[in-house]
């Protein structure tokens, strides 16, 4: 059919046959094959990023909302163990300079065994003479009964209740009847006209800052419970991919996870420390205090109380970090951490206030007790974790020590600016002589020093750094005049990077 | 050969035979290198990947510039072929050689490239020819061989497909009947008519060669 040799012919000639492409040929090849090797190498890195990040962030929202529950359901107390409560309590405020608002015959009668049971007449009268002694200026005396009955009539200014009810509320618990006493008209008033000029001018400010600090009314005692919550973290969406498509062919810039691991605490200066002192304006955050009461009115004693020192608890810390040499021994290191601070103090018992629904206006006979918002009095019953969790930026620098590529080390050095996530801090509030929570008074931005002494440990193209690090906060945990204490952080660093 | 100078010289494994591949040498050193080579590639070597790339896109640019009208048309099938050959690196099996597997990618890419471009549809037309011409000529091919390619270029679009399918690459009439969705008939029809038309256009030029020492494109 045909010449099988003039195919073997055209085959020789073929085989001959090449050309050269144009340059363009390979440069769009390679477009087409780079970003798939790219691709093959960035899911493994940053899906766990993207992982992590969201574990700890529902982690956390769950821990919080978890710890929510659990003071939610603290809200029943014997009118016997309310009594024996806040006698400690009230003993424990003896001697104690506070504000003047507060009388040694009031506090006699909070520290008398029994007291707390009282009808809520007795303890309107109690307190009217409270405020009258306060008038004339007596400046000494803790009072933490008192406070307590003050606090939670300022919540519910507007109760309007009748004596009858305010009697039968009386008849729960020494606090309800407190409540129910406060609530009547007339008796807290007597407080603040009693107070003087001066007193008057702090019993209203306290009033209306615990107004705006506290939903009124009784029903939305519920909602001030649900006020505590932090707010809810963000989804953690940074990624570093910007970071590391930066085109710096000689030094790049290297990413990687960073987390860590050691003790938190609160001091007051860098190497005293912390304890809840209820002078002035002093707490373990000494918070309200200063809020509730104008300097004007603290007492010049000298006495301190102390109600609880604070402990170090555990903090740990995770993210991302991306570092980019720039020189021989000095680099740059960027990060976004999730860092959770804890202490730890000594509290007493639950104080809590029953409230009554609005089927309990409607209906006398059916009293519901309320969900309030819990104290904690003074004391030595549990151990209370105050809680940080913070959003970190810090930018450090690393100078490498030795020139050793076998174990290189590195001093670090930084500046981290953190925004406050969420918290579950108690306060002291001296007025009242206890603890409560009120994220108001915490400082939302914090600029930290942050020091560590670091080794990297080269392995298989991965490189791990690790070392001591130390955390000291610049600003102040609590807003001005609340509070000088700092959060301190030490632990372990650990990076990890390509 | 661009800027790789190594040369082997291996058969490659095609349906025929009929097409030998870039190693001339043959040894087992060269094929253990080109299989370090896809080893290098695979781990993301662009290295490798451009060493591989030296060191078939000379011949490969000649495979597609054989089945198609021009040079940027067969830029166009040599980058699409190469990316197949990246990204399908990981189905070469080390038993065969690396050119051939290179090879048949590259036609089977032409052929999809021709089947897709319009400018090359219409004439992708087989159709029953009939009685085909035979040629018994046993023409000497004194033409050099990118003379001879352009002749294998002005050929239409389905005869210059299948010339080369068969003639060159080595394929069966049946598997060229699979490859392009034709009758096996129609296949052995076009190549003798292209085949006729070719030999024709090779006596002619030779001819002309011959008298005149010059190059005459041929009328299609």
Request: hydrophobic share 40%; net charge positive.
């Amino acid at each position: 059919m045909h010449d099988p040799k003039f195919e073997k012919a055209v085959q020789d000639k073929m085989e001959k046959l090449e050309f050269i492409p144009s340059d363009s040929v390979w440069e769009n090849i390679e477009l087409a094959v780079a970003p798939r090797r790219r691709r093959r190498a960035e899911p493994v890195f940053f899906w766990f990023l993207l992982a992590g990040l969201l574990l700890a962030g529902a982690g956390t929202a769950i821990y919080l909302r978890q710890d929510t529950r659990s003071v939610a359901k603290n809200v029943s107390i014997p009118a016997g163990a309310t009594a024996g409560e806040n006698a400690p309590m009230s003993a424990n405020a003896q001697g104690v300079t506070h504000t003047p608002a507060v009388t040694d015959p009031i506090k006699d009668a909070s520290v008398a065994p029994g007291t707390g049971t009282a009808s809520g007449v007795g303890s309107a009268a109690e307190r009217s003479v409270a405020g009258t002694k306060s008038s004339a200026g007596t400046a000494n005396g803790s009072f933490s009964a008192d406070g307590v009955h003050r606090t939670t009539a300022n919540r519910h200014p507007d109760a309007g209740l009748t004596a009858d009810e305010i009697e039968s509320v009386a008849a729960g618990s020494s606090i309800d009847a407190t409540a129910g006493t406060n609530g009547a008209p007339g008796t807290n008033a007597t407080t603040g006209t009693n107070a003087g000029p001066a007193r008057g001018d702090a019993s209203a400010t306290n009033a209306a800052r615990q107004h705006s600090s506290y939903q009124p009314g009784l029903i939305s005692c519920v909602a001030a419970v649900s006020g505590i919550r932090g707010p809810r973290l963000p989804p953690a969406s940074g990624r570093s991919t910007a970071v590391t498509g930066i085109p710096m062919p000689k030094r790049p810039w290297s990413a990687g996870f960073a987390g860590g691991f050691g003790m938190s605490s609160y001091n007051q200066s860098l190497l005293s420390k912390a304890t809840a002192v209820t002078t002035t304006a002093n707490a373990l955050a000494a918070s309200v205090t200063s809020q509730y009461a104008p300097a004007a009115s603290f007492s010049s004693s000298s006495s301190k109380k102390i109600t609880s020192t604070v402990e170090p608890g555990l903090s740990y810390w995770a993210g991302v970090v991306a570092q980019k040499p720039l020189s021989a021994r000095w680099s740059l290191s960027l990060g976004l951490d999730l860092r959770y601070y804890s202490s730890r103090l000594r509290v007493g018992g639950v104080v809590t206030t029953y409230s009554q629904s609005a089927s309990a206006l409607i209906g006398s006979s059916a009293i519901a007790p309320v969900q309030s918002y819990p104290y904690y009095s003074v004391g030595n019953v549990q151990v209370f974790t105050n809680r940080y969790y913070y959003l970190e930026l810090p930018v450090a620098m690393q100078w490498q020590i030795n020139r050793g590529r076998i174990l290189p080390l590195f001093l670090r050095g930084g500046v981290v600016l953190s925004r406050l996530m969420s918290s579950n801090g108690l306060y002291y509030n001296d007025h009242s002589a206890v603890y409560f929570k009120d994220n108001s008074v915490i400082q939302p931005m914090q600029v930290s020093f942050t020091s560590g002494l670091i080794a990297t440990l080269p392995l298989r193209g991965i490189r791990i750094q690790t070392g001591p690090e130390l955390q000291y906060g610049a600003t102040t945990l609590l807003k001005g005049g609340a509070g000088n204490g700092h959060l301190v952080y030490g632990g372990l660093r650990v990076t990890v990077m390509r | 050969m661009g800027a790789n100078e190594v040369v082997m010289r291996t058969k490659v494994r095609l349906p025929c035979n009929a097409y030998s591949d870039l190693n001339v040498n043959g040894n087992n050193k060269d094929r253990m290198d080109h299989h370090q080579l896809v080893k290098d590639c695979l781990r993301g070597n662009a290295a490798a990947q451009k060493r591989l790339y030296d060191h078939f896109v000379g011949p490969m640019l000649g495979v597609c510039y054989r089945y198609t009208k021009s040079m940027v048309d067969a830029e166009d099938v040599l980058q699409e072929g190469f990316i197949m050959v990246f990204r399908n690196l990981y189905q070469f099996s080390f038993s065969g050689e690396l050119g051939g597997w290179i090879r048949r990618i590259m036609v089977n890419t032409a052929i999809n490239y021709l089947k897709k471009n319009s400018r090359y549809q219409t004439d992708l037309l087989f159709t029953d020819g009939g009685l085909h011409p035979v040629t018994d000529d046993d023409p000497e091919v004194l033409l050099s061989t990118k003379e001879l390619a352009e002749l294998i270029r002005q050929l239409p679009p389905g005869y210059q497909t299948i010339f080369n399918l068969h003639a060159i690459e080595g394929y069966s009439h049946v598997e060229i009947g699979k490859i392009l969705g034709i009758k096996e008939g129609t296949s052995r029809s076009q190549y003798a008519r292209a085949r006729a038309l070719l030999i024709s256009w090779i006596n002619k030029l030779s001819a002309i060669n011959k008298n005149e020492n010059s190059y005459a494109r041929p009328k299609v």
